[in-house]
């Protein structure tokens, strides 16, 4: 891809307020922007997250109340709320399992990425563990963003939620899940803030070589 049209893109991109409720993300779009989110890099790739789309009016109608009232979250096309797991003693045996696989390898052969992550895991104190796994889900909404971008497609991305609401509303406790941010996605609708010229620091006063 040409680097202009990555700018140009990453440029045309504001956080959306105003969706128009009539247009939808087709689904090979959305599904382009959850792989993009499931590629993301993660911390020893622990991948300590889950993407949740909904659809549902009614769910998201209770979620609007649990969002401050937010009309991004009833009238955008889809609703994808990203989830840190909160059982993180599990995640290093759920690395290697996956590693094993994909390698053609035994567990026992990766028992040395075991002792390495789960260390790494049991090192931390709460709440340091909870904030370095909210940190990795980040991760993988900043590159869902970024996709969504590349794909003309419209981004709302919220922290301004009750969690444990969001969380009792869609069942997640009981899957070890908690909501850490929300993306909306769809197309921009009468928002007056898509006119605003983007406002950055100066590529110089933030970018900084040494040779």
Sequence with gaps: MD????????????ATQVFD???????????????????APSS?????????????PELRAQMRAAGYGQPKITDASHVIVIARRTDAEA???????????????????LDGLLQMVAGSVASRPEPILSGWLAAQTYIA???MIAATSLLGIDTGPMEGFDPDKIADILGLKEQNLKPVTMLAIGYRGDDVRASIPKTRRAYDKVVEFKA
């Design 3 to 14: 680097t202009k049209n990555v700018v140009a893109a990453l440029s045309w991109r504001y």
């Design 21 to 39: 409720s009539t247009k939808k993300v087709s689904d090979e779009d959305v599904h382009t922007i959850l792989e993009s989110g499931r590629l």
């Design 141 to 143: 909404l900043g590159t």
């Design 91 to 109: 995640l290093p045996a759920e690395l290697v399992a996956r590693t094993a696989t994909t390698q053609g390898k035994t567990p026992e052969e």
């Design 44 to 56: 020893f790739g622990i991948e300590p997250w889950k993407f949740i789309v909904v659809t549902n």
